[in-house]
């Protein structure tokens, strides 16, 4: 194995799965608030 040197491993992909978690649970919680919103003033 090659030995570990810190800061030199490309981080691009993880940050990249990382940044569209984040967007993807932000659309998600927003999404569902609106439902929610939505319900609480068309549906009561």
């Known amino acids: 194995m090659a030995d ?3 800061g030199e491993m490309d981080t691009k992909v993880q940050e990249a799965t990382f940044n569209g978690f984040i967007a993807w649970t932000k ?3 927003i999404v569902i608030l609106a439902s929610l919103i939505f319900m609480a003033i ?3």
Do not use: N, Y
């Open 4 to 6: 570990h040197k810190h």
């Open 27 to 29: 659309w998600s919680v």
């Open 42 to 44: 068309f549906i009561s």
